[in-house]
């Protein structure tokens, strides 16, 4: 009985079994390491645009009166101009370029999205101002549309006089890893 057990049919289906395994277990992590490398380097680039964002979303625009000749509902009219809601004095927030553009940003899709671009982004962004008085938010909330990554920084600003908080998101519900 004993001899029958150890059988050449047996060691072969065990030998099938271990190389198996082992082929599987490289597999798994050989796409468990690509995944993570290709999340990384999506979670920089992201970050990255959340820097470039901080810095440009304060300038003053060009020009700096810029959203004197916007249409809010016409986005050709938006082509010529570079966004921004800084006043020039360090991190004050001008009122008026924040509701023009929080107007154009969360008028329609299209808006939305032209807004992305002229933001250099090519991710989704959700922008809020607030404080005890003011709460503006601009762009799309990602935990409504089930983002799957998302970078924040905050920021202090000062709007009429009073301190603020900015809060700057950038966000995907895209993978960045293996499709």
């Known amino acids: 009985m004993k001899a029958q057990f150890w059988s050449f049919d047996i060691i072969f ?11 599987l277990t ?13 999340l ?61 553009l929080a107007a154009f940003a969360n008028y329609n899709a299209t808006t939305y999205h032209v807004s992305a671009q002229m933001l250099g982004l090519s991710y989704d962004y959700f922008i809020t101002i607030s404080n005890d008085v003011i709460n503006v938010s601009l762009g799309r909330n990602p935990l409504s549309n089930k ?9 202090p600003v000062v709007i009429n006089g009073m301190p603020a908080n900015m809060k700057i998101e ?10």
């Open 26 to 38: 490289y597999v798994w992590f050989s796409i468990t390491q690509e995944y993570s490398l290709s």
């Open 13 to 23: 289906a065990m030998a099938i079994f271990g190389v198996t395994l082992v082929i």
């Open 147 to 155: 983002a799957i990554a998302i970078q924040v920084a905050s920021l």
């Open 40 to 100: 990384g380097l999506g979670t920089e680039e992201m970050q990255a645009q959340l820097q470039v964002l901080q810095n440009h979303i304060l300038s003053t625009g060009y020009p700096s009166n810029w959203y004197y000749f916007v249409n809010i509902s016409d986005p050709s009219t938006w082509q010529n101009v570079s966004i921004g809601i800084g006043t020039g004095k360090g991190n004050n927030v001008s009122v008026a370029r924040l509701m023009a």
């Open 170 to 179: 950038l966000w995907t519900n895209t993978s960045f890893g293996v499709s």
